[in-house]
């Protein structure tokens, strides 16, 4: 119970805010609380990966395909599909492969075939890209970020969070997959 307004009162605690009530039982209603905290979030981070490219000139990728070329052009090495799909936690390749395609038609990125295994890489432009990316993001994300006072550490914890989650989630699905 929190106190009310300066009358001392007592006033109920405001209910959590959940993704979808009927879900939110006695005993899990946290995990509902956190799916719309992740739904929010997920739908914030799309508009703003789609709004970055647009402003270094490229609008006609989806949130996947900015996914795919960052990852691509990670630690300025080759990456298989298989590697890719795997490091964004995503199951169905073709989707994978599909923005790769839409990216190297664009020249972002490039593919070469050593055996049977097809190897991505940032081309020149996909790099230049990127870090016109990275100076957008600098601007529009990190430095209000940085002029707030945000606590940069908690956002790191809450990183950690969502990884341990994303296993939970993992596993879940596995589970109700058996069913």
Same mark, same amino acid.
């Given at each position: 119970?929190?106190?009310?307004?300066?009358?001392?009162?007592?006033?109920?605690?405001?209910?959590?805010?959940?993704?979808?009530?009927?879900?939110?039982?006695?005993?899990?209603?946290?995990?509902?609380?956190?799916?719309? %905290?992740?739904? +929010?979030? @997920?739908?914030?981070? *799309?508009?703003?990966?789609?709004? =970055?490219?647009?402003?270094?000139?490229?609008? /006609?990728?989806?949130?996947?395909?900015?996914?795919?070329?960052?990852?691509?052009?990670?630690?300025?090495?080759?990456?298989?599909?298989?590697?890719?799909?795997?490091?964004?936690n995503i199951e169905d390749l073709h989707t994978v492969n599909y923005s790769l395609k839409k990216l190297m038609k664009a020249a972002l990125v490039a593919s070469e075939?050593? %055996?049977?295994? +097809?190897? @991505?890489?940032?081309? *020149?432009?996909?790099?230049?890209? =990127?870090?016109?990316?990275?100076?957008?993001? /600098?601007?529009?994300?990190?430095?209000?970020?940085?002029?707030?006072?945000?606590?940069?550490?908690?956002?790191?914890?809450?990183?950690?969070?969502?990884?341990?989650?994303?296993?939970?989630?993992?596993?879940?699905?596995?589970?109700?997959?058996?069913?």
């Open positions: 119970m929190t106190d009310g307004p300066k009358t001392g009162t007592p006033k109920e605690a405001p209910s959590p805010i959940v993704s979808s009530e009927h879900l939110a039982s006695e005993q899990g209603w946290q995990l509902s609380e956190l799916e719309y %905290g992740m739904i +929010m979030a @997920y739908h914030a981070f *799309s508009r703003w990966m789609l709004r =970055c490219m647009s402003s270094v000139g490229y609008s /006609d990728f989806n949130p996947l395909d900015v996914l795919v070329l960052h990852n691509v052009n990670h630690r300025q090495r080759e990456k298989r599909l298989a590697d890719i799909a795997f490091m964004l075939k050593r %055996g049977k295994e +097809m190897f @991505y890489s940032t081309t *020149s432009k996909g790099k230049e890209v =990127c870090a016109e990316y990275g100076k957008v993001r /600098d601007l529009c994300l990190v430095d209000p970020a940085l002029a707030t006072e945000r606590n940069f550490t908690e956002i790191q914890k809450s990183a950690t969070v969502l990884r341990g989650i994303s296993g939970l989630y993992d596993q879940a699905s596995r589970s109700a997959a058996s069913l």
